[in-house]
């Protein structure tokens, strides 16, 4: 399983982009990168999947260069309700029920 | 659609009992995972049931069960209980689709998590 590395934490203000990396320098080639963001006592909620180059969705853009070894959330003009707990994942889309999350990105976005 | 539910929200239990907790996924879904999360460790994987085998499982000792029926309903047990599993158990259900040469993505819904309190 790719191991994931992300920032502990990061602050941010209302109506600012917030980009949040996370390194996987493992990367195997079946696998697909997928964030989701956790409020406390809440169960994870997925937010983008992608495998390579730029996905977007409705609540955020997922950037992944060439050589997939990072990807960067992007959580476009944030508000206070984005505070969270934001995890990468790495997974073999067949396997990917044995997901190891990491700490996960503690967001704190400030008026 | 229904999300996944699971029951009971909250449980207050004392050392050495047992706790059956239960999952039912989203309708239509066959995988159903597990998941321990504590302050102090984070979100630590349990294990994996697809179609009612054990597919994964992650480093619990074995008073951590579980089960997968039929209709994709799951159940975790742990037995003699410790005051270190209190944590929130989350259960997260996904649709595992087998192609062939198409790549197949999956994604874990998780329901809401049963609060356990061990006193």
């Known amino acids: 399983l790719a191991k994931t590395t992300q920032p502990i934490s990061m602050d941010s203000y209302e109506g600012q982009e917030v980009n949040i990396t996370c390194s996987h320098n493992?990367?195997?080639?079946?696998?697909?990168i997928t964030w989701y963001q956790q409020f406390p006592s809440q169960g994870p909620r997925f937010i983008i999947q992608g495998y390579k180059t730029k996905v977007t969705n409705e609540v955020a853009s997922l950037f992944i260069p060439a050589d997939r070894k990072s990807s960067t959330l992007s959580l476009p003009r944030v508000s206070l309700s984005d505070t969270a707990v934001y995890y990468c994942?790495?997974?073999?889309?067949?396997?990917?029920?044995?997901?190891?999350f990491g700490a996960g990105t503690r967001l704190t976005v400030k008026p | 659609k229904a999300g996944v539910t699971q029951t009971p929200r909250y449980l207050i239990k004392t050392r050495g009992q047992q706790v059956t907790l239960s999952c039912s996924p989203i309708?239509?879904?066959?995988?159903v995972s597990w998941y321990q999360q504590t302050p102090g460790q984070g979100l630590q994987f349990l294990f994996e049931y697809f179609s009612e085998t054990q597919r994964n499982k992650g480093n619990f000792p074995g008073r951590f069960s579980g089960r997968q029926f039929s209709n994709s309903r799951s159940e975790m047990n742990v037995s003699t209980l410790e005051l270190g599993d209190s944590a929130l158990y989350l259960c997260?259900?996904?649709?595992?689709?087998?192609?062939?040469?198409?790549?197949?993505?999956?994604?874990?819904?998780f329901g809401p998590g049963t609060r356990l309190t061990v006193l």
């Open positions: 309708s239509g879904h066959r995988s």
């Open positions: 997260a259900s996904s649709f595992l689709v087998s192609g062939t040469g198409i790549l197949s993505v999956n994604t874990q819904y």
């Open positions: 994942l790495v997974g073999d889309q067949y396997n990917n029920n044995d997901m190891r």
């Open positions: 493992n990367i195997a080639t079946n696998d697909y």
